[in-house]
């Protein structure tokens, strides 16, 4: 037997409860992001986390990577190192069951990809597609480096090589073919180096500003891009001047270019949405070769380009008022994030929380609602409600998971009650209690 939850509440309030649960979890819904790759490989330095143990705030996880079969830079595979292909679609579909994204990412550091011809792209289409088919990812990352893209000549409008034609087509293709086979749009997200796209304020030819004409072409589509803000040098900012990796300036300058635009050779880029951008750091000082910056200097950063802190260095923003609506935070790695030898066990998705916290409708602390007060947040075991009120009154504590199924109904009969939550998959959970709504992290 079913049981109705919502027997005995009034309409206005069921309505309310689910208008609640829509915004929280529904589709669309423009929360931040905490965005991490995750490693399908072990090292000693790094080693290899099960995919439905990475830490319940990062909610876009990219599996890193699906690469070209040998012989080839155009035909991709994707084969689980450390578990069976039949274990890690069943761990995907984990993470996606907490109402997290699981997405694919191509090439990386180590793997151009390049489709020189339609042969070779129509053989990329194809592949994509059946790792998509064949693990159910949410779609697809473009980590293409190296000798992946360049450009010869023509504009960002107008683009002229036929490898970087060809890939505007490929992925065009690849959504399409999502699309009818999964009956939902299929996730793009970008991850390209600072010479592919600011870089082309200082030329646009060879690799310099080369990710443009793609970033263009299929700016509709993008659900979010992340330049990769480490191992680049030095970059200009849209004031002209130029700004070191690993500062604060750096963070704040290639951020507000993605979002405003600048010139090019190749012509003007227009910028992207605030909420199609996401800031792209190091995990910690050992995960890249060089652009990492502290959680201070993070922090600083971060809020300044969300409106919400004081200038913390030279770069004055275009837009006083900052860009409230910034989409997140990347980093390489959720492997580095984890270790404790390479800065604090998820330090980097700590400062997340404590930066994008407020604004993702998660406290970093406590969710307090006036009357009432719901903590530790994350948890792991256990809730705490507490009421504040001085004719306290026994009440129902509900808490929801990512697909709106209520999974604890509580009585609470006392001001400050534990309720266990350890039983429950990781992942963000939104409650209800009294007049009051919020969200809660379990990992």
Not at 4 to 21: C, E, W
Not at 106 to 129: H, M, W, Y
Not at 184 to 198: C, D, N
Not at 354 to 374: C, L, M, R, T, Y
Request: glycine letters at 12%; hydrophobic letters at 40%.
């Amino acid at each position: 037997m079913k049981r109705n939850f919502f027997t005995g509440f009034t309409a206005p309030i069921v309505m309310g409860l689910a208008l609640f649960i829509l915004s929280a979890f529904g589709a669309g819904a423009q929360n931040s992001d905490l965005i991490g790759y995750f490693q399908n490989w072990h090292t000693a330095s790094t080693p290899y986390i099960q995919l439905d143990q990475v830490d319940a705030r990062y909610t876009i996880v990219n599996a890193a990577f699906a690469v070209p079969k040998s012989g080839t830079d155009y035909n991709m595979q994707y084969i689980p190192e450390m578990v069976s292909q039949g274990v890690f679609i069943s761990k995907v579909a984990a993470l996606q069951a907490q109402g997290r994204k699981v997405l694919i990412s191509l090439g990386g550091g180590n793997a151009p990809v390049k489709l020189d011809t339609e042969q070779e792209r129509d053989i990329f289409i194809s592949s994509v597609t059946g790792i998509l088919n064949t693990f159910g990812f949410d779609g697809i990352d473009i980590d293409f480096e190296g000798s992946s893209l360049t450009v010869t000549g023509g504009s960002i409008g107008n683009p002229v090589d036929q490898p970087v034609n060809n890939l505007i087509q490929a992925i065009r293709q690849i959504m399409a073919n999502y699309r009818t086979a999964h009956n939902k749009r299929m996730l793009l997200t970008m991850a390209p180096e600072t010479a592919f796209v600011q870089g082309g304020q200082s030329a646009y030819g060879g690799v310099w500003g080369a990710y443009l004409p793609v970033i263009h072409a299929l700016r509709d589509s993008l659900e979010v891009i992340h330049v990769q803000l480490y191992n680049s040098g030095s970059m200009y900012g849209i004031d002209g001047k130029i700004y070191t990796q690993g500062t604060a300036d750096f963070i704040v300058a290639m951020g507000e270019a993605m979002i405003q635009g600048f010139h090019t050779a190749g012509g003007f880029f227009e910028g992207l949405p605030p909420e199609k951008v996401a800031i792209a750091l190091p995990a910690c000082p050992n995960a890249a070769g060089g652009g990492f910056a502290n959680t201070n200097i993070v922090k600083a950063a971060l809020n300044y380009l969300l409106g919400k802190g004081q200038r913390p260095g030279n770069y004055v923003l275009a837009n006083a008022s900052g860009y409230p609506d910034l989409r997140g935070m990347m980093t390489w790695s959720i492997n580095w994030d984890a270790v404790a030898s390479c800065g604090g066990v998820y330090e980097f998705a700590q400062n997340y929380q404590e930066i994008f916290g407020e604004a993702s409708g998660i406290d970093p602390s406590q969710a307090v609602k006036g009357e009432f007060a719901v903590y530790p947040n994350p948890a792991s075991d256990f809730l705490v409600i507490e009421h504040h009120r001085d004719d306290y009154q026994p009440i129902v504590f509900m808490l929801f998971n990512a697909i709106g199924q209520l999974v604890i109904s509580e009585q609470l009969s006392h001001p400050s009650q534990t309720v266990s939550v350890g039983f429950l998959p990781k992942g963000v959970y939104a409650f209800h209690i009294g007049n009051f709504n919020g969200k809660v992290v379990l990992q």
